[in-house]
T-cell receptor, first 115, second 114 residues
Framework: AQSVTQLGSHVSVSEGALVLLRCNYSSSVPPYLFWYVQYPNQGLQLLLKYTSAATLVKGINGFEAEFKKSETSFHLTKPSAHMSDAAEYFCAVTPYTGTASKLTFGTGTRLQVTL | EPEVTQTPSHQVTQMGQEVILRCVPISNHLYFYWYRQILGQKVEFLVSFYNNEISEKSEIFDDQFSVERPDGSNFTLKIRSTKLEDSAMYFC????????????FGPGTRLTVT
């Protein structure tokens, strides 16, 4: 079984500051991990993915995440926050089983960016 | 860029009525999914569909729910007799399936049961 824990339901940063959104996962098999972003009244947009290649993955809009197996973590970072980054961010896990694997989501972190 | 589309964007229905939520997945994708998000809660898996049959379903997906791919392009979720607790945002997703595990989501249908 898989699960995801996102610490911090709300994170507030100043524009230009570092963004760090935390995600820890639990998986009985090697996982594939994803970050999705949801802007108000919109669907889920894929930010980046880890699929067992490089442990540091880069995504859209300047975001990146590092897979750390020893810490079972996949934290999302961005060096400098922009007002347009304000949204809800979801971490998700799926097992690499070769079948039609479902995504298991965390509870989400709402990012607020202030001037 | 291809995208998943969903209709309607908002559906209001009375308790006990049947609703059909519609999705058009990305055309070369092989796996299809429905998820739901109750207001203020996390996104939950409902069902996955591959090769014209359900491949996995959650405990939420009881006999009141069904899915269908009627014509090779649409993918529908039917709720036979809606309950108040079915009120949620329903997301359709699809993926290619050939060595790729990322799912692409539609904009969602907000279902309100009164």
């Amino acid at each position: 079984a898989q699960s995801v824990t996102q610490l911090g339901s709300h994170v507030s940063v100043s524009e230009g500051a570092l963004v760090l959104l935390r995600c820890n996962y639990s998986s009985s098999v090697p996982p594939y991990l994803f970050w999705y972003v949801q802007y108000p009244n919109q669907g889920l947009q894929l930010l980046l993915k880890y699929t067992s290649a490089a442990t540091l993955v880069k995504g859209i809009n300047g975001f990146e995440a590092e897979f750390k197996k020893s810490e079972t973590s996949f934290h999302l970072t961005k060096p400098s926050a922009h007002m347009s980054d304000a949204a809800e961010y979801f971490c998700a896990v799926t097992p690499y089983t070769g079948t039609a694997s479902k995504l298991t989501f965390g509870t989400g972190t709402r990012l607020q960016v202030t001037l | 860029e291809p995208e998943v589309t969903q209709t309607p964007s908002h559906q209001v229905t009375q308790m006990g009525q049947e609703v059909i939520l519609r999705c058009v997945p990305i055309s070369n994708h092989l796996y299809f999914y429905w998820y739901r998000q109750i207001l203020g809660q996390k996104v939950e898996f409902l069902v996955s569909f591959y090769n014209n049959e359900i491949s996995e379903k959650s405990e939420i997906f009881d006999d009141q729910f069904s899915v269908e791919r009627p014509d090779g392009s649409n993918f529908t979720l039917k709720i036979r007799s809606t309950k108040l607790e079915d009120s949620a945002m329903y997301f359709c997703a699809s993926r290619t399936g050939t060595g790729s595990y990322e799912q692409y989501f539609g904009p969602g249908t907000r279902l309100t049961v009164t």
